[in-house]
């Protein structure tokens, strides 16, 4: 499965991870200790997130890929 969803990456010093943050399906987010295993646990917490809204007969938002804020 291809991810097209937008992340948002960060540093938190409260956590000492890396934040992986994903706009575009609610409370989804997956952490890390290097840049590169917050993306990939943020990929393994999406196609969860994805079948679990299947599961629960949810609609699953078609990524719109880069997100605009104004």
Sequence with gaps: ??????LIIYWSE???AF???VPELAG???????YQ?????AEIVIQEWIETAKEL???IPEPKGRLLFV
Aim: glycine share 8%.
């Design 19 to 21: 934040i992986a943050e």
């Design 37 to 41: 295993e917050a993306v990939q646990n």
């Design 14 to 16: 409260e956590d000492q």
């Design 1 to 6: 499965m291809k991810i097209r969803y937008e």
């Design 28 to 34: 989804c987010m997956a952490d890390g200790e290097t």
């Design 57 to 59: 007969g949810r609609t």
